[in-house]
């Protein structure tokens, strides 16, 4: 799914005044006060929830641990408007809080813009934040270094010819004798620097050197075994023949097998297994795989991404079967209730495709309810937009199905203005 920022902008000002109050060994409550001022595309009830959301955020933070966070505001403009969204990087924030108590909210104008004040009282569990920043503190630099392999495409080609190139045969690695701690200090050293180089070889290169080192080490086999499902997936977008990327998927495979037998609960190593299976289409295994990362961190989002996105392709291929009570079992799985509106975004197709089978079942309602869920998220959706009108027409709601059609022509969508009187 492609959600890119056109343009970054930072129109939340928020200020928090905090109180401590003791309240267990494990919680602690805390008073804290915000503002939040709202944006074109945000509804009443959006603005309201996202400045409890700020306050939750902020308590979470000043409980004693500091979490890496940061708001992602983007704007698109059409004609006549532009519609603003916010979303956090960490989504399951609201899981350390086990309570919320609006002590006073109030609303005003600032710039002629709506702004909500809120004042709530938070207990935070203390020992769910302290497992989950241990967790990302230990798995930042594998999670760096995946960020760099996403966005590492210039020099593929070249670097794809260089290892195919290259001579075979066992290489011989020589490593001077070291004491144990030493050798452990020099694998960190090595992958430290296979994690900031752009050079795929490289990488293998220093990951294996690591390896060698330090056998007892996840770190190197995960990073190395990152490094060649990114290879894969470079030889495959060049509309390469499997036996020409297959060879790295096993490479990885491999990797993350040896991950797990050091480290038989290393998320990042699981997460491996779980793309691994997917390269292999071995779906029901990658799904089990990306299960287990969110049971023993439920903060891992790239999992739960991974998730979404295999349940609804999976469920696309039991719609062109006509077996849309699976299809539905199955987005139910990746659509559960009460998950924040910051995951709409990476659940629209997921979205659109339940709107259409509860279309087909005669649920129109349920498929409205859908259709709205993406546009409170982002209200320039047009693909959404038709969707609903065509619905609200359905059950007879002219005035309704009018104004998604009249927005929908208003942002490009030919098809809209021509069902326009």
Same mark, same amino acid.
């Given at each position: 799914?492609?959600?890119?920022?056109?343009?970054?902008?930072?129109?939340?000002?928020?200020?928090?005044?905090?109180?401590?109050?003791?309240?267990?060994?494990?919680?602690?409550?805390?008073?804290?006060?915000?503002?939040?001022?709202?944006?074109?595309?945000?509804?009443?009830?959006?603005?309201?929830?996202?400045?409890?959301?700020?306050?939750?955020?902020?308590?979470? %933070?000043?409980?004693?641990?500091?979490?890496?966070?940061?708001?992602?505001?983007?704007?698109?403009?059409?004609?006549?408007?532009?519609?603003?969204?916010?979303?956090?990087?960490?989504?399951?924030?609201?899981?350390?809080?086990?309570?919320?108590?609006?002590?006073?909210?109030?609303?005003?104008?600032?710039?002629?813009?709506?702004?909500?004040?809120?004042?709530?009282?938070?207990?935070?569990?203390?020992?769910?934040?302290?497992?989950?920043?241990?967790?990302?503190?230990?798995?930042?630099?594998?999670?760096?270094?995946?960020?760099?392999?996403?966005?590492?495409?210039?020099?593929?080609?070249?670097?794809?010819?260089?290892?195919?190139?290259?001579?075979?045969?066992?290489?011989?690695?020589?490593? %001077?004798?070291?004491?144990?701690?030493?050798?452990?200090?020099?694998?960190?050293?090595?992958?430290?620097?296979?994690?900031?180089?752009?050079?795929?070889?490289?990488?293998?290169?220093?990951?294996?050197?690591?390896?060698?080192?330090?056998?007892?080490?996840?770190?190197?086999?995960?990073?190395?075994?990152?490094?060649?499902?990114?290879?894969?997936?470079?030889?495959?977008?060049?509309?390469?023949?499997?036996?020409?990327?297959?060879?790295?998927?096993?490479?990885?495979?491999?990797?993350?097998?040896?991950?797990?037998?050091?480290?038989?609960?290393?998320?990042?190593?699981?997460?491996?297994?779980?793309?691994?299976?997917?390269?292999?289409?071995?779906?029901?295994?990658?799904?089990?795989?990306?299960?287990?990362?969110?049971?023993?961190?439920?903060?891992?989002?790239?999992?739960?991404?991974?998730?979404?996105?295999?349940?609804?392709?999976?469920?696309?291929?039991?719609?062109?079967?006509?077996?849309?009570?699976?299809?539905?079992?199955?987005?139910?799985?990746?659509?559960?209730?009460?998950?924040?509106?910051?995951?709409?975004?990476?659940?629209?197709?997921?979205?659109?495709?339940?709107?259409?089978?509860?279309?087909?079942?005669?649920?129109?309602?349920?498929?409205?309810?859908?259709?709205?869920?993406?546009?409170?998220?982002?209200?320039?959706?047009?693909?959404?937009?038709?969707?609903?009108?065509?619905?609200?027409?359905?059950?007879?709601?002219?005035?309704?199905?009018?104004?998604?059609? %009249?927005?929908?022509?208003?942002?490009?969508?030919?098809?809209?203005?021509?069902?326009?009187?």
């Amino acid at each position: 799914m492609d959600f890119r920022p056109i343009v970054t902008i930072p129109p939340v000002v928020a200020f928090f005044f905090l109180l401590y109050q003791p309240a267990s060994a494990s919680e602690t409550t805390v008073v804290t006060e915000g503002w939040y001022v709202m944006g074109d595309s945000d509804t009443l009830a959006k603005a309201e929830e996202q400045v409890i959301r700020l306050a939750q955020r902020r308590a979470v %933070e000043e409980a004693g641990l500091y979490i890496e966070s940061t708001f992602h505001d983007i704007e698109k403009t059409s004609p006549s408007k532009s519609f603003q969204s916010s979303s956090l990087e960490i989504r399951t924030i609201a899981a350390a809080i086990t309570k919320t108590e609006i002590l006073e909210s109030r609303r005003s104008l600032e710039n002629n813009r709506p702004s909500f004040y809120v004042r709530i009282r938070a207990v935070v569990n203390l020992d769910n934040l302290h497992a989950a920043v241990r967790r990302w503190q230990s798995e930042e630099r594998l999670a760096e270094h995946f960020r760099r392999l996403q966005s590492e495409n210039a020099e593929l080609k070249a670097q794809l010819h260089e290892l195919r190139t290259s001579p075979t045969g066992v290489r011989t690695l020589t490593i %001077e004798p070291l004491n144990h701690t030493n050798n452990r200090e020099q694998a960190r050293i090595l992958v430290e620097k296979a994690i900031l180089t752009h050079h795929l070889p490289l990488k293998l290169d220093l990951t294996s050197q690591a390896a060698a080192l330090d056998p007892q080490s996840v770190d190197p086999l995960i990073v190395r075994g990152q490094t060649y499902l990114r290879l894969a997936s470079a030889t495959y977008s060049g509309k390469s023949k499997p036996s020409e990327y297959s060879e790295y998927i096993d490479s990885a495979r491999m990797d993350f097998d040896r991950a797990l037998l050091i480290d038989p609960k290393n998320t990042w190593a699981i997460l491996g297994r779980g793309d691994v299976n997917t390269w292999l289409h071995r779906h029901i295994e990658a799904a089990h795989a990306f299960e287990q990362v969110l049971k023993l961190d439920p903060f891992f989002d790239l999992a739960r991404y991974r998730l979404i996105n295999l349940y609804t392709a999976e469920a696309r291929k039991l719609v062109s079967l006509k077996q849309l009570s699976s299809a539905l079992t199955l987005l139910q799985k990746c659509l559960p209730p009460q998950t924040p509106e910051s995951w709409t975004p990476y659940q629209k197709e997921a979205y659109l495709l339940r709107s259409e089978i509860y279309k087909s079942l005669s649920l129109p309602t349920q498929a409205i309810d859908d259709l709205s869920t993406i546009l409170r998220t982002d209200p320039t959706d047009r693909q959404a937009l038709l969707a609903r009108a065509a619905l609200y027409q359905e059950v007879l709601q002219g005035r309704a199905a009018k104004n998604d059609l %009249e927005h929908a022509c208003m942002l490009g969508a030919t098809a809209a203005c021509e069902q326009l009187p």
